[in-house]
Nanobody, 122 residues
Framework: QVQLVESGGGLVQAGGSLRLSCAASGRTFSSYAMGWFRQPPGKEREFVAAISWSGDYTYYADSVKGRFTISRDNAKNTVYLQMNSLKPEDTAGYYC???????????????WGQGTQVTVSA
């Protein structure tokens, strides 16, 4: 059992940065790959980034590659998403998820957080 709670969202101007955190509870946290997804207003939920259980492997959507960095600290049961050079099109609700393996699909992810809002103004 894994419970996930996102935090760190807010309002930022274009070009700025935010760091999202996903705090997990449950003893199996380190066994899961973790992913970040987002849902822009009026659009479907989309993949952002994923990280393996060990943190050795990461994968990013083309839209955020070079700007966002996913990381995890298993000792703290926390996953992070560092977002730099933010653009208005990054505006979305951001969700972290836990699942088996790294996937660009949301289907393999069993556990989801409640989301945190990121708004980027022009």
């Amino acid at each position: 059992q894994v419970q996930l709670v996102e935090s760190g969202g807010g309002l930022v101007q274009a070009g700025g940065s935010l760091r999202l955190s996903c705090a997990a509870s449950g003893r199996t946290f380190s066994s899961y790959a973790m992913g970040w997804f987002r849902q822009p207003p009026g659009k479907e939920r989309e993949f952002v980034a994923a990280i393996s259980w060990s943190g050795d492997y990461t994968y990013y959507a083309d839209s955020v590659k070079g700007r966002f960095t996913i990381s995890r600290d298993n000792a703290k049961n926390t996953v992070y998403l560092q977002m730099n050079s933010l653009k208005p099109e990054d505006t979305a609700g951001y969700y972290c998820a836990a699942g088996i393996g790294m996937s660009m699909s949301d289907r393999p992810y069993k556990y989801w957080g409640q989301g945190t809002q990121v708004t980027v103004s022009a």
